[in-house]
């Protein structure tokens, strides 16, 4: 209301009768007991910062531009493992979007960006950065986007570390952590995908002025999980598997790609396992 309305829209879709889901058949048409909505942000405004034009994206649905990310619970997570939603941002004549970061560099100067009534004004202040370098150096399929995310005095500031031109991206001075990503192959129907996050010991990675800090991740891969033994066996608690990669990083939400770990035992006193 007042000075802080603003427009705001979103699409959406129903599901229909012969859908398919991870692989499967299924029924997602409305009844007379349910309707499921899939819905997509297409919400955004627009601006220039020095003559630089920008379009801040809703994608967190929250009603208001350029906000903090919003945790969300989506099915296929781990238990206690959230999804992060985040707003972006299109610079210039970009065709890829990047995450809105507190920090930004557009047009060829740092700036500090603070969204002000919703979204509906924006600051943007220059700013003179001490900057270096982070490379992507991922061991398996390349990811789609992958964001890391600022610590301390970097809070509010995320970068993607996925360049189209397969650059080492530019971000201020600092340390950073990991905050989502997403690998993705195939098309339609045929489509793998699954979503990175960090894990409750994934490391950290520190930029020095001047100097190029590389970000391992991906392979080698291995399960992770919880057990119960009993005297002639062993329980694994499906909820519990998880995919973790190189720098512990979590893999959740595969979609057409269920893992299927292979698994042996050996009795006591045998030599081989069976």
């Not at 995450?99 to 509906?120: D, F, H, M, T």
């Not at 992770?224 to 909820?239: H, Q, R």
């Amino acid at each position: 209301e007042g000075a802080e309305k603003r427009r705001w829209a979103f699409v959406f879709r129903t599901g229909i009768q012969q859908d398919v889901f991870q692989g499967l058949q299924t029924n997602l048409q409305p009844d007379d007991l349910q309707m499921r909505f899939y819905v997509l942000n297409a919400a955004s405004v627009t601006t220039t910062v020095n003559g630089t034009p920008l379009r801040v994206l809703d994608d967190n649905m929250d009603g208001t531009y350029g906000s903090a990310p919003k945790p969300f619970s989506y099915g296929g997570l781990s238990d206690g493992i959230y999804q992060p939603e985040y707003d972006c941002m299109v610079v210039g004549a970009s065709k890829r979007a990047r995450p809105w970061s507190k920090y930004s560099e557009i047009g060829g100067n740092w700036y500090q960006l603070e969204a002000q009534k919703g979204g509906v004004e924006l600051t943007a202040t220059p700013m003179t950065l001490d900057t270096g370098t982070l490379k992507l150096d991922f061991k398996g399929p390349t990811p789609t986007w992958l964001i890391l995310k600022g610590t301390d005095k970097l809070e509010g500031c995320y970068f993607d570390l996925v360049d189209p031109a397969k650059k080492p991206v530019a971000v201020p001075v600092g340390t950073y952590e990991l905050f989502a990503g997403e690998l993705r192959q195939g098309k339609k129907a045929q489509t793998m995908k699954c979503l990175i996050l960090p894990g409750s010991a994934t490391r950290k990675w520190t930029v020095k002025a001047g100097q190029e800090t590389v970000v391992s991740l991906g392979g080698p891969f291995k399960f992770e999980f919880a057990f119960e033994s009993a005297d002639e066996s062993v329980t694994v608690k499906g909820k519990s598997v998880a995919v973790i990669g190189s720098a512990r990083e979590r893999y959740e939400r595969l979609w057409n790609c269920v893992p299927r770990p292979e698994v042996s035992l050996r009795k006591a006193g045998c030599k081989k396992g069976c």
